[in-house]
């Protein structure tokens, strides 16, 4: 039975364009609502037939963010959990291919009792289903239930079917916030707020009705816009909520608070207003702009060469991990993406790392690249630049210290060479089996693992106990037969996995910091809570200045 007697759900849909900053509003709501004392969660809906985020091509769709129950999801899951500070889990994403999967599930073992299955209300009751069912698990007083892409898409029409059909049976129990685009067209040099008056039109058609609209554009909200959208959306003029480009998003939850946007959701689900206490998101927010020494990062892979535009998506956790650690110390991270593969063509250009203070190689998959990788880490590892490598980061760490430490030139992960005859980093039976018979969905080693911590190493001091977990998104593992010569010759094996005695961590001795991960830290810092290890990469980092 749900604990909280009358749970409320906000829906969070976007206008005009994609990428307007749904996922954050919906974080910033989440945290508003929690600094007003309640139990919020929220829910990612990817419209995608993809069953999860793990078959996308992350340079096309994001970050694949990881939960501690291994669900391969949507980046902005990484945003809720920073945001509002907790971990989620499967039970807060769904897509398309999902939901269908489940009915035609249910179809296939009699439970629809012999009915016609159909597209509505079937599908739609199973998204309701889904979202109840999550509000249920976190008690959650608030759920947030952010529906991706944009109005009048095609492939989200069944989402807000199930947001009017909730509605419908219980209207102060939904809201519904619209985030819309106003652009400023460089020869009018004014704010437009027609594509938005059409989005909302949309929105009426599929039976809703904005109670909140969300103004984003690279200008303030001004009356005359205010009162236009006020007019010709339905929407009072006070729920037209500014929201201009800002410098860190980490603002806008005080930006949007300013405008009392919390209590007025609160009014337009029947609720008593609320005081908001954002003290803390206030001093972080000032801390973010004190931030002045710099600190500078080579985040080494490949792909880069596509640009910096899809990448800052693809690594978004780490990038927001590398701020959350440089603003604890009232650092400024300065980061650069370094193609690797660069190192393979003209090897000379390697002396260019020597102006970093740090060098992280971040998870990936595949061969492009990767030898260029290893130059790097070779670099880092001989110069003392401090290290910091995250899954394949850790991997191609220990394939170059086995190569030029130990001199077996030959070794490699079987990954790039599934011939090898050093391979140090290989893959179990059953993921061989997985990847043989094209089983890649969900397949992978994912999510939370322990791993025990060896005492008198920089790792077990960052993190101050025994024990971690954490959570991964990996096929290939350490070859346990290179364990012991690895370690003896100065490439310590600091965290293993107690169930399976998986190589979790390695750190090399007389080193200012170098430590490879198998896991994937990065999904578990939070703004005013950096991770552990991210602290003490950059603190290594802001050391070597
Ligand atoms: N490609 C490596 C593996 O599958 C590393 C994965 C990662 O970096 N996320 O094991």
Redo the contacts with the bound molecule.
Sequence with gaps: MPKVKKPKFIFIVGGVLSGVGKGVTSASLGAIFEAKGFKVTALKIDPYVNVDAGTMNPIEHGEVFVTDDGDETDQDMGNYERFLDMSLSSENYMTTGRVYLKVIENERTMKYKGKCVQVVPHIPEEIILRIKKAATKYDAEITLIEIGGTIGEYENILFLEAARMMKLQSPDSVAIVLVSYLPVPAHLGEMKTKPTQHASRVLNQAGLQADVIVARGQMSLDKPRREKLATFCGVSKENCISAPDVSSIYEIPVKMEDQQIGNKILKALRMRTKKTDLTAWRSFVHKIENAKKEVHIAVIGKYFGTGNFTLADSYISVIESLKHASWHQGAKPILDWVDSEEFEKSPAKIKNLKKYDGILVP???GTRGVEGIIKAIQFARVNKIPYFG???GM?LASIEFVRNVLGKKKANTV?MDPNTSEPVIHINPKQAKNVSEARYGGT?RLGAYDCALRKDTKVHKAYGVDLISERH?????FNNDYRKEVDDAGLQIVGLNPESDLVEIVELRDHPFFVGVQF?PEFKSRPMKPHPLFRDFIKAALNKK
């Design positions: 998870g990936g998959f995250l899954c394949y991997q990954e992978m998104r990996h096929r290939y593992e994937h």
